[in-house]
């Protein structure tokens, strides 16, 4: 086979250099958008979670609305389940096929996750052990579990260098022990409005900003983000 290329064939020449450092840089832009935290889609689940399941345990404890106060708690685990799963989902997708520090630090994270509210569930049944009244059970099963979000939220923030997790961490942690001065049952009151509306309004906040920092491309239906 006769090769019809000739001297000074485009193939035959050199990669450009300039052109093959904007091709690495755009690769690295593409992987850390993959990778990115989503933080409005995080925010904006739990935040929708607290709002909402708050708000009706505090309208089913004041009997503001027909509903049993145990109904409402079962619908406040509920959306607290849907927003882990949707943060789950959006966290393994993100570090699908990262491997080393960094997959092993978000999976010590995930676990530790896993171990406080289990630890808060083991404190909520020795509460029942103890028949402790239904304000002293109402104050602790909403101010400790708020807690440990805030704290977690707040060290994930240092973990990853994520000012957005760590201010969002801390006002979780404020708004709550307002919330535990307030007393019952309207702790439950102003931990939706504030904790919950706090996490909305910084999902928001998290949405705009990620729009303006990304440079627009055709839309993936598969992506979360």
């Given at each position: 086979?006769?090769?019809?290329?000739?001297?000074?064939d485009p193939d035959d020449l050199p990669p450009d250099p300039v052109a093959l450092a904007a091709l690495i840089d755009a690769q690295r832009a593409r992987t850390a958008a993959d990778t990115e935290f989503a933080a409005w889609l995080v925010f904006g689940a739990w935040g929708l979670a607290w709002m909402v399941g708050l708000a009706g345990m505090w309208a089913a404890y004041t009997h503001r609305i027909a509903?049993?106060?145990?109904?409402?708690?079962?619908?406040?685990?509920?959306?607290?389940?849907?927003?882990?799963?949707?943060t789950t989902v959006h966290t393994v997708r993100r570090t699908a096929g990262i491997v080393g520090p960094s997959?092993?630090?978000?999976?010590?994270?995930?676990?530790?996750?896993?171990?406080?509210?289990?630890?808060?569930?083991?404190?909520?049944?020795?509460?029942?052990?103890?028949d402790a009244s239904p304000d002293v059970s109402l104050t602790v099963g909403s101010i400790v579990p708020a807690l440990l979000v805030g704290g977690l939220y707040m060290a994930g923030g240092a973990a990853w260098h994520s000012r957005e997790q760590f201010v969002v961490g801390a006002w979780i942690c404020v708004s709550t022990v307002a919330a535990a001065f307030v007393g019952p049952p309207n702790l439950l009151l102003v931990m939706s409005l504030a904790g919950g509306g706090g996490m909305l309004v910084a999902a928001v906040v998290a949405r705009i900003r990620r729009s303006g920092r990304r440079p627009s491309r055709p839309h993936d239906p598969g992506r979360l983000s």
């Open positions: 086979m006769v090769d019809e290329r000739t001297p000074g509903l049993p106060f145990w109904a409402s708690g079962a619908i406040f685990a509920a959306l607290l389940v849907i927003a882990a799963v949707v997959a092993k630090q978000s999976a010590m994270y995930g676990w530790a996750w896993v171990g406080v509210f289990v630890g808060d569930g083991a404190l909520m049944g020795a509460l029942g052990r103890l």
